[in-house]
C-alpha cells in the first residue's frame, strides 16, 4: 500500500510535466496568438511583431517553456516561473495569474462545495429511500427523476433557469449587480442567491449517480447474508439499514463521489460562463479562446493537478474502506 | 427468477424450441418499459437524422421562410426565428448533425483507442509506460477543456488536419517526395447530405473522437493485459505467429464485445459534447443547426428572452431527448444483464 | 419623398458623443473575441441625444449632486491607458482631460476642455491655449499638480508614437519621422500654458485625431513615474472621475475627482461598470433594476419595448459602425469588373435592414451614411445599388460565368456576436440567386488577421469597421497603402483614386474637401470598388427614468466634457 502510493506520487511531477508541455506545445501550434487578438482587426505586421517582442512571445518554444516553469531566465533575465511559485501574467490583460486565482479561486470552491452538498442531499437520501422500498410508486419516482437529471444538459438547464428566470419571474442572479458574487461572510443571503441556481444545475447529474449507485449498492448489501441474520434475529428495519447495510454500502458510494468531484472542474467551466460567475472555470475558457498563453498552461496544470490529486486521494480511500482491496 | 433461467438453460440444453424471438422480445419489453420508451427516442431521433429531408418543412438553413420571430403555428411547429428560419426545419435537422457527428466521434474514437489500447497492453514495458503516462496526462484534463484543446489546433480554417483532409498526402521533406494516402477531397468541404461545411463538422467530430480514444484505450489496455496471460496467446506465439497477427487475430475479437459496449456507453456523451462546445460557441461554424449552437447563440438567447422562448427551448428539448433516451436503454441494459438491482420483486429484499 | 425624410430623420437624430465613444471602444476588436459583443448598432453606453423619449408627464427638477449609477456592459476592458488600450475609451474620456471635444454630425472641434482655444494663423500652424488650473485628482505621483504645456507635449508623443497609432501619419507630418525623440523638439512648449506646433503640409484629419479619445492628456510626471509598469491597471487622470477599482473582467468603479476644474462637477459621486459578456444577461440585469443604465445590446423590436415603458429614458442614434465585404482582386473572378457589378445589384439591402437592423437603416456608400457631411446623397445610393437580378445574370453571363462559381466567405470568429454570421448568410442566400454558391468558413479571430486578411488569403471576407466621423479613414481602405500604409488588402490600385484620397486630406476648405470627397467615392462607385459596402442602423440605448442626461434638458450639448453632466435622482 505504501509503496503504491509513493509509487502514485511520484508521478504527478510527471502528469504535471507532460501536461503544462502539451498545452504549451499547443498553443505553439495554432496560428494566432493573443498578440493579434489583442491587436485587434485593425492590425499590422509590424504591430503584431512589436507585441509578441514585447510579451517574449517570439522566443524560442523551450526559452518560453522553461521561463515559465521557472529553470530558465525570462524576458526580464530572471528565473522565476511556476516552481518559484509565479504563474506569471496574463498578456491580455497585463494582470497577474496569482492574482486572478487568489481572486476566483474562492468563487469556484463555494460554487463546488454547495454543488457537491446539493448533490448529496438530492442522491443519498433518495437512493435510501428507493433501496428499502423497491418497486413502490416512491422507488418509480425516484428512479425516473434521476434519469430525468442526468438527461438534461446542465448547459440548456442553466440557460432555461437564466432567461425565463428573468423573462418571467424577473429574476437574475445577485452577481449580474455587482459584478462579483458577494462574499457569504458579508452577505449570506445574496451569496446563496448567487450561487444557488448554478450548484443546483452543475449538481443534477452528479446526484442523479450517486442516488443510482446509492440504491443498487444498497440493495446489493441488503442481500447479504449477515444482513439476512440480523433480520432473521428479528432487529427492526430501521437498525438493519442504519448500523449495518448502510455503512457498507456506502464504499463505492464515496468513489463515485470522489471521481464526480473531478467532474465538477469540467462542469465549472461552462456553468460560470452561463451564470457570468467570475471563477476560475470562466476564466479558462476566455483565457483560451484569447489564446491567453500563460493563463492557459498554468490554470491547466492547477486543475489537472487537482484532478489528480482527487483520484489518488479517492484510490487510497478506497483502499483504505474496504481491506479486501489491495494494491500492488 | 433464478428457477426460471435454470429452467431455459435446461431446456436449451435439451434442444426443444424455446419460445420465439418476438415473444421473448415482448416479454422483455414488457419487463423493461422504461427501456422501450428510451428505445422509442433513439429511434425517434435517427428516423429523424435519416429522413429529416421528408421531415422538415423548409431547408434549416434558409433565411426568410416565414415570418420573423413568430411562435408556433401550423405552418411553422417550432416557430421563427429573428432571420425568418424554422425552427421545428433546424431542431429536426440538428439531430442528423448529432448523429453524423456521434457516430463519426465513436468510430473514429474506439478504432484508434482500441489499437492504441490493445498495443500498450500487449506489448508492456517501455511502450506501456509511455502511452500510459501519455493518456494520465490527458485524463488529468477536465473534458471540455481538453476538448477546447484539441479543436484549437484541428478546428482552425488551414490547420494541418484540416489541409491534410482537404488532400491527404504525406510530405516527405527530406526526400522531396509526396506520398498520396488518399484522392484530394474524400471528405468534401462544401454541403454533404444538405449539412453544410461538411469538413469543419468532421473535423469537430475528430476531436471529439480523440478525447474518446483516450478513454477507450484505457479500458481496453485493462483488458488486454488480463487477455494476453491466456494459455492460447502462448500458444500462438509459440505457433510464430506475428505480434500483429496476435493482436489482430486472437485479442481483437476478444476486446470487440468491450468495445462495442463502450461506443454505446460513449455515443451519447459524444453528441452532449458537441453540442458543449457549440453551445460555447468553438464548435460547428455558426448558423449550423445544432442543437448546442442553437442554444447558445448569443442572439437567439436574447430572443428567448425577450419571448421568443421557441428558439431556444426544442433545440434543448431534442438534445436531452437523446440522452434521456440513451440513458433509459441503458438503464435497462443494466437491469437486464444484473436483474438483482431489479426494482421489481416487491416486499423486502432477500426475504 | 424617401429622400426628405432622410435628411429630416438625420437632423433629429444628432449622432451621439457617448453613443460614439462607446462604439468606438466597443468594435476596437483590440478586444479578444470573448471580450467582443459590441456592434451590430450595438453601444454599450447610454447615448442621450436628439432623439431621446422625455416623459412629459414627469417632472425634473434641477439637477442634483451625488448617488452613483450602475451601467452595464459588454466588453471586458482590457486597460484603460488613454494611449494604448482599445476597448476602455469610453472610461478614458471619463478619466482624463482631452485638447478639445468633438461634435460628430457637425464633425466641429468643441473647446470645453483642457484648450481654451486654438489659433492657426496658418492651416498649418496649432498653438493651444491651455486652460490654467486643471488640476490633476488627489492621487498616483502627480496628485494635485495642474496638467501644463509640457504634459500635452508628452502625451502627444506617447501617443503620436504608439505601436496602436495605426499610420503615423500625425508624426510624419510635423517631424518627418516617427521616431519619438525627432518629434519632441517639434512640440513647443514655450510658457506652461501654451503648446504650439506646425506641420509639413495642411493634415485636415489631425485635428479630428487630436479629440480622439486615444489622445488623452496625461501628466508629464505620470507618465515618466509608470515608464515601463504602464497606465493599463491604473489611472491618475485630471478628468472628472477617477479609478478606485479597476477589474477590467468584472468591474470598474469610478468616483468623482474632487480636483476637477468645473465648480460642482461631475453631479455623480461615482459610476460603477458591471463587465457581463452576455447580452441577454445583461438586459435582464437592466430590467431588474440591478443597472441603471442598460449596457447590452438593443435591437429594435426591444428598443420599441423599452420605448414603450414609462420607466425607461430610451434614445436612438444613427451606427457609424459599418460591416463591409471585401473582395479580392488579385484573384478571379473578382478582378472582373462586370462580376463585382452583378455581386452589387444581387444583394438585397433591404433584406439586410430588415432582418439585421430591425427595418431602419439606410444605403452606405465608400463612406457610411450617418457621416451626412461626406456620405452621397441616399437616392443616389439607393438608386446606383438598385436590386436587379435580371441585370445581375446578364451581367455575369457577359463576364462568362453564366452557370456561376463556388467561392468562400471567410468570417472572423467572434465568440458571442451572431451578427456577422447573420448578414453573411443573407448575402449566401442573396448571392445563390445568381449562381454564385457562397461557403461561410469561420476563421479564428487570431488566425483571422494573421493568415487571412493581412496576406489578403481570402476570396471574399466579412470586416467589421470601427465607426469613423472622418472621411479620411473610410477612404484610405481603398488607397493602395491602405488603412496601415502597408497596402490594402483587396489588392485594388487606382492612381487617380489615391490622387483624389491625398488631397481631401490637405484641404481645409470644407465645400471644395466635400467636392474631393464625393469625386473619389463616385470613383469608387463607378469601379466597384472592392468593398461591398451593405448597409448601416441605428444604435438604440435606454436607462431608467431616474438617471439624467443634460442633453435630455434641453441644455446645449457642446456645454461640458462627456459624463460630467450626467446625475441621479435616486441616492444609491
Given amino acids: 500500500m505504501r509503496t503504491y502510493i509513493l509509487r502514485r506520487l511520484l508521478l504527478i511531477p510527471l502528469i504535471m510535466l507532460l501536461v503544462s508541455f502539451m498545452t504549451h506545445s499547443t498553443f505553439r501550434i495554432i496560428p494566432g496568438s493573443v498578440a493579434e487578438i489583442k491587436c485587434g482587426l485593425q492590425c499590422t505586421p509590424q504591430l503584431i511583431a512589436d507585441t509578441k517582442h514585447e510579451y517574449g512571445l517570439d522566443r524560442g518554444f523551450f526559452e518560453q517553456y522553461g521561463s515559465w516553469l521557472g529553470v530558465y531566465t525570462n524576458e526580464d533575465g530572471k528565473v522565476s516561473g511556476v516552481l518559484q511559485g509565479n504563474f506569471g501574467k496574463s498578456f491580455l490583460t497585463t494582470l497577474s495569474v496569482d492574482g486572478e486565482i487568489q481572486d476566483r479561486l474562492p468563487v469556484t470552491l463555494e460554487l463546488m462545495a454547495l454543488a457537491l452538498i446539493l448533490s448529496l442531499l438530492m442522491g443519498i437520501p433518495p437512493g435510501i429511500i428507493s433501496a428499502i422500498r423497491p418497486g413502490t410508486p416512491l422507488d418509480w419516482v425516484v428512479r425516473v427523476a434521476s434519469v430525468l437529471w442526468i438527461s438534461v444538459p446542465s448547459f440548456y438547464l442553466g440557460i432555461l433557469i437564466i432567461t425565463f428566470g428573468a423573462s418571467w419571474f424577473g429574476w437574475s442572479p445577485p452577481n449580474f449587480e455587482t459584478g462579483r458574487a458577494v462574499p457569504i461572510t458579508e452577505d449570506p443571503i445574496k451569496n446563496l442567491q448567487t450561487y444557488f441556481f448554478p450548484a443546483l444545475v452543475l449538481s443534477l447529474g452528479i446526484a442523479a449517480v450517486i442516488m443510482r449507485l446509492t440504491r443498487s449498492s444498497l440493495l446489493e448489501v441488503m442481500r447479504n447474508d449477515y444482513i439476512r441474520t440480523a433480520w432473521s434475529k428479528g432487529l427492526r428495519e430501521r437498525s438493519i439499514v442504519w448500523r449495518h447495510a448502510l455503512k457498507n454500502a456506502m464504499i463505492p458510494v464515496l468513489t463515485i463521489i470522489g471521481l464526480q468531484v473531478g467532474g465538477l472542474i469540467g462542469g465549472s467551466v461552462i456553468i460560470e460562463s452561463v451564470f457570468a460567475l467570475n471563477g476560475m472555470g470562466n476564466y479558462l475558457l476566455v483565457s483560451i479562446i484569447a489564446r491567453d498563453l500563460l493563463v492557459v498552461q498554468s490554470l491547466v496544470l492547477l486543475f489537472a493537478f487537482v484532478y489528480v490529486l482527487i483520484n489518488l486521494i479517492v484510490d487510497v480511500g478506497y483502499a483504505w474502506l474496504d481491506p479486501r482491496i489491495r494494491y500492488g | ?351 | 419623398m424617401e429622400e426628405s425624410n432622410y435628411w429630416q430623420r438625420l437632423n433629429r437624430k444628432r449622432l451621439s458623443r457617448r453613443a460614439l465613444l462607446s462604439a468606438s471602444g466597443t468594435v476596437a476588436i483590440g478586444g479578444a473575441a470573448a471580450f467582443v459583443v459590441g456592434c451590430g448598432g450595438g453601444s454599450d453606453d447610454s447615448s442621450p441625444d436628439g432623439s431621446s423619449t422625455p416623459r412629459p408627464s414627469r417632472s425634473v427638477g434641477a439637477p442634483v449632486s451625488g448617488g452613483t449609477i450602475t451601467q452595464g456592459r459588454a466588453v471586458t476592458v482590457l486597460g484603460v491607458d488613454p494611449h494604448l488600450d482599445l476597448t476602455g475609451l469610453d472610461i478614458d474620456t471619463l478619466l482624463y482631460p482631452y485638447m478639445y471635444g468633438w461634435q460628430p454630425g457637425a464633425e466641429t472641434a468643441i473647446f470645453n476642455n483642457l484648450a481654451e482655444s486654438l489659433e492657426m494663423p496658418e492651416v498649418t500652424e496649432f498653438i493651444f491655449n491651455i486652460r490654467p488650473g486643471v488640476l490633476n485628482s488627489p492621487v498616483g505621483p502627480a496628485a494635485g499638480e495642474e496638467i501644463t504645456s509640457e504634459d500635452c507635449k508628452q502625451s502627444f508623443i506617447r501617443r503620436g508614437t504608439a505601436l496602436t497609432a495605426p499610420d503615423k501619419r500625425f508624426p510624419q507630418k510635423i517631424a518627418g519621422s516617427a521616431d519619438p525623440n525627432l518629434l519632441a523638439p517639434k512640440l513647443l512648449t514655450p510658457d506652461p500654458y501654451t503648446f504650439r506646433f506646425s506641420m509639413a503640409e495642411p493634415f485636415v484629419p489631425g485635428v479630428r485625431e487630436m479629440a480622439n479619445p486615444t489622445w488623452g492628456i496625461v501628466s508629464a510626471k505620470v507618465l515618466e513615474t509608470r515608464r515601463g509598469q504602464g497606465l493599463s491597471q491604473v489611472a491618475f487622470g485630471a478628468g472628472p472621475y477617477m479609478l478606485e477599482e479597476f477589474k477590467g473582467n468584472e468591474r470598474v468603479v469610478l468616483k468623482k475627482n474632487p480636483n476637477y476644474f468645473i465648480e460642482g462637477r461631475p453631479y455623480l459621486d461615482g459610476i460603477t461598470y458591471v463587465v457581463i459578456t452576455e447580452n441577454a444577461s445583461l438586459q435582464s440585469a437592466f430590467e431588474n433594476k440591478q443597472h441603471d443604465v442598460n449596457g447590452s445590446i438593443l435591437l429594435k423590436p426591444k428598443f420599441d419595448e423599452y420605448s414603450e415603458n414609462e420607466d425607461f429614458v430610451t434614445s436612438s442614434a444613427p451606427s457609424l459602425f459599418y460591416p463591409v465585404i471585401h473582395l479580392n482582386m488579385r484573384r478571379a473572378p473578382f478582378d472582373d469588373i462586370k462580376v463585382r457589378h452583378a455581386i452589387n445589384i444581387a444583394v438585397d439591402r433591404d433584406q439586410i435592414t430588415n432582418l439585421v437592423f430591425g427595418g431602419e437603416g439606410n444605403y452606405n456608400g465608400p463612406i457610411q451614411w450617418p457621416q451626412a457631411k461626406w456620405a452621397l446623397p441616399q437616392d443616389e445610393l439607393r438608386a446606383f445599388y438598385k436590386r436587379d437580378l435580371t441585370a445581375a445574370k446578364q451581367l455575369m453571363d457577359s463576364a462568362g460565368y453564366g452557370d456561376g462559381f463556388d467561392v468562400s466567405l471567410k468570417t472572423p470568429r467572434l465568440t458571442g456576436v451572431s451578427f456577422i454570421n447573420d448578414i453573411a448568410r443573407i448575402i449566401q442566400t442573396n448571392l445563390r440567386e445568381i449562381n454564385i454558391n457562397v461557403q461561410i468558413d469561420e476563421v479564428e479571430l487570431g488566425s483571422y488577421i494573421v493568415s487571412t486578411l493581412l496576406p489578403g488569403n481570402f476570396d471574399m471576407t466579412f470586416f467589421p469597421n470601427l465607426p469613423y466621423d472622418e472621411p479620411d479613414r473610410p477612404l484610405a481602405f481603398y488607397h493602395s497603402l491602405g488603412v496601415t500604409g502597408a497596402g490594402n488588402w483587396t489588392g485594388y490600385n487606382n492612381q487617380d483614386l489615391d490622387d483624389l484620397i491625398e488631397a481631401q486630406s490637405r484641404e481645409f476648405d470644407e465645400p471644395k474637401r466635400q467636392e474631393i470627397v464625393n469625386q473619389a467615392q463616385r470613383l469608387i462607385l463607378e469601379e466597384h470598388g472592392p468593398q461591398l459596402t451593405l448597409v448601416g442602423g441605428y444604435q438604440y440605448s435606454a436607462h431608467w427614468n431616474y438617471v439624467h442626461y443634460p442633453y435630455e434638458l434641453g441644455e446645449d450639448p457642446s456645454g461640458n466634457p462627456f459624463g460630467v453632466d450626467t446625475w441621479t435622482e435616486e441616492e444609491a
Fill in chain 2, 1 to 351: 427468477m433464478a428457477k426460471a433461467t435454470a429452467l431455459e438453460l435446461e431446456l436449451l440444453e435439451k434442444g426443444i424450441p424455446r419460445a420465439p424471438l418476438w415473444r421473448r422480445l415482448l416479454r422483455l419489453a414488457g419487463s423493461q418499459p422504461l427501456g422501450v420508451v428510451g428505445l422509442c427516442f433513439i429511434g425517434l431521433i435517427l428516423f429523424c437524422a435519416a429522413f429529416a429531408d421528408y421531415i422538415m418543412l423548409h431547408n434549416p438553413q434558409e433565411i426568410a421562410v416565414g415570418p420573423v420571430s413568430e411562435g408556433p403555428s401550423w405552418s411553422h411547429p417550432f416557430g421563427t426565428d429573428r432571420l425568418g428560419t424554422d425552427t421545428f426545419s433546424r431542431t429536426i435537422f440538428g439531430a442528423r448533425i448529432a448523429m453524423i457527428v456521434g457516430m463519426s466521434a465513436i468510430l473514429f474514437g474506439t478504432t484508434t483507442g482500441s489499437a492504441i489500447g490493445i498495443a500498450s497492453g500487449y506489448f508492456g514495458g517501455i511502450v506501456d509506460s509511455i502511452l500510459q503516462r501519455l493518456i494520465d496526462s490527458l485524463l488529468a484534463y477536465p473534458a471540455v477543456v481538453l476538448l477546447l484543446a484539441i479543436i484549437a489546433v484541428v478546428g482552425d480554417e488551414d490547420s494541418p488536419v484540416k489541409e491534410f483532409l482537404r488532400e491527404p498526402e504525406v510530405h516527405l521533406g527530406f526526400l522531396g517526395a509526396t506520398i498520396p494516402l488518399g484522392p484530394a477531397g474524400v471528405i468534401p468541404e462544401g454541403t454533404v447530405w444538405g449539412v453544410p461545411n461538411f469538413l469543419d463538422v468532421i473535423v469537430i467530430a475528430l476531436a471529439i473522437g480523440l478525447a474518446v480514444a483516450v478513454g477507450t484505450a484505457r479500458v481496453v489496455r485493462g483488458a488486454v493485459l488480463s487477455l494476453k496471460e491466456n494459455m492460447y496467446i502462448e500458444a500462438a506465439r509459440a505457433m510464430g505467429a506475428s505480434d500483429f497477427r496476435i493482436m489482430l487475430r486472437h485479442i481483437f475479437p476478444n476486446v470487440a464485445a468491450l468495445v462495442v459496449v463502450l461506443s454505446t456507453i460513449f455515443l451519447p456523451i459524444a453528441i452532449l459534447a458537441e453540442a458543449a462546445i457549440s453551445f460555447l460557441g468553438v464548435g460547428v461554424p455558426a448558423g449550423t443547426p445544432s442543437w448546442g449552437a442553437d442554444i447558445g447563440d448569443p442572439s437567439n438567447r436574447a430572443e428567448a428572452f425577450d419571448g421568443s422562448w421557441w428558439v431556444v427551448f426544442f433545440p434543448g428539448l431534442a438534445l436531452s431527448i437523446v440522452v434521456l433516451g440513451f440513458n433509459l436503454v441503458g438503464d435497462a441494459f443494466r437491469d437486464i444483464s444484473d436483474p438483482r438491482l431489479r426494482g421489481g420483486g416487491g416486499g423486502t429484499p432477500g426475504m
